[in-house]
């Protein structure tokens, strides 16, 4: 249902030619006009050179010339001492303290596997891939004091850390995201409104591949067997009896595991999953299944 | 409704009610996806199952704790398992500097276990600590470790138990027997000195002597 001024506009346009390129045009001020070298008295056509003379047809000297001298940059030394800082992994701390903070507070539940969306969505961190974050680092600061089960997946870690989980009844696991993994698992309801499937988490670069595989770290790829030895070697190590995970309510939680490929619990990488219609979109193709299950 | 797939599990069979019983949901968890880089497949000779323990830890699992300990006999030999419940382990306040947290923070930590009823260590090692560390033996007959070093209580009483394996490992050490030529060498080394001291001696005596000025010169 159109108003009057759309009526009349579209009775306009039935007795008008067709539309082509020829009779349109731009919105006015959608396109500003690319300033042309040297458009300035003498009118251009110099490049910005000026008039004729020494000055137009020789060449110039090197950016910060001093005519001989040694020019400031080359007078001071070097001192890199930030050198690749930018390019440098970072890992946000939480500490031990936090979490059992948080857990006491209500806003990361225990009885879940705890992961990067535990963290942020309890308000605990806040992700941007882009500042080259690579996950979390959980500080041992208040590992005496916790005492909470938990299954926990953390990026970085150190061992009191490790002793300190583990001697509570807990598990934990190191696993790595690459940024873009991260990115969805840091914001995963955005992710799922942009309809698009959910990919693959690459395995680690070659300089992290040593911590991912190391049993004594709890790394995602390492052999469950060596994680188990470790694991008593770490209780003999900081003096605890190690618990018995088989027993108790909990034992379901602390079996849970991400596949190395894995982003989400339960959710397979290759599905869409659409929030309006609460419905999951999955690959029918098999060369497609073949490319998600590599 | 058959449109509607169960979010959280690869069976697509129609969903009849929202809710979903926990166990469903974990047992969905465990069993459903497997990449090419799956633990599975990585080691199939492992058990993915973190809760489940090890059947037969390797007897030379702990001695990776254990400085070298020397092999008396089979029976006689120290496992490199010390048991936590045998051990009696205290904690209390720290000493020293540190304001309101060392007053308040329970850090020091002290762990103590009678020596002659510890049937975990061998028999000759308990001799030998008895012999040899009788400073750390109190009247009861215990065996007394203590530190303080660290802020951190989990890393002090991880300190007494490296203490305590160093006490093992130090008193199955035997000093090492000189051999027969480096006695003479010793004593040779010894009158050498000896020498090259006192002649030392002589030639500041000389200086000094040197320097002595009579009234008559």
Known sequence: MGSMGNRKALEMVRSMPRVSFVNIRDNPGSKKQKKIRGQGGSRGGESGRGRSGKSKRDTRPPIGYEGGTTPFYLRIPMFPFYKNFATRRQYLPVSLEKLQHLIDMGRIDPEEPIDVTSFVHAGAVRINVFDRVYGIHLTDEGADKFVAPVNLEVQWTSELSIAAVERSGGTISLGYYDPQSLDILSHPLQFFRRGQPIPKRLLPPKDLVDMYTDPSKRGYLSDPNQIKEDRLLLAQKFGYELPDLTKGSRRALHRLRKDPRQIFFGLQPGWIINLTDRAVLKPVDAELQEFYRA | ?217
């Not at chain 2, 058959?2 to 166990?23: E, Q």
């Not at chain 2, 027969?180 to 009158?191: G, K, L, T």
Request: glycine letters at 4%.
């Open chain 2, 1 to 217: 409704m058959f449109g509607r797939v169960c979010l959280l599990c690869s069976l697509s069979r129609p969903v009849l009610s929202a809710h979903l019983s926990r166990t469903h949901q974990l047992r969905a968890f465990i069993s459903s996806y497997e990449s090419q880089y799956s633990l599975n497949k990585l080691y199939p000779g492992s058990d993915q199952d973190v809760t489940k323990p090890l059947d037969k830890p390797s007897k030379e699992l702990f001695l990776r704790l254990q400085d070298d300990i020397e092999e008396v006999s089979e029976t006689e030999k120290f496992s490199g398992f010390i048991p936590i419940d045998k051990l009696n382990i205290k904690f209390s306040k720290s000493g020293g500097p540190g304001g309101q947290n060392v007053n308040k923070v329970e850090s020091k930590v002290d762990l103590r276990f009678h020596l002659e009823s510890a049937e975990w260590l061998p028999a000759s090692i308990r001799a030998q600590i008895q012999e040899k560390k009788q400073t750390n033996i109190n009247a009861k007959g215990e065996l007394v470790i203590t530190s303080q070093k660290t802020r951190s209580q989990m890393r002090n009483v991880q300190d007494c138990l490296q203490k305590l394996r160093d006490i093992i490992a130090e008193v199955q050490r035997t000093p090492k027997e000189p051999d027969e030529n480096s006695a003479a060498v010793w004593r040779m080394r010894q009158e050498k000195s000896t020498r090259e001291r006192l002649k030392q001696k002589t030639i500041h005596s000389r200086t000094k002597t040197d320097r002595q000025v009579y009234a008559d010169e």
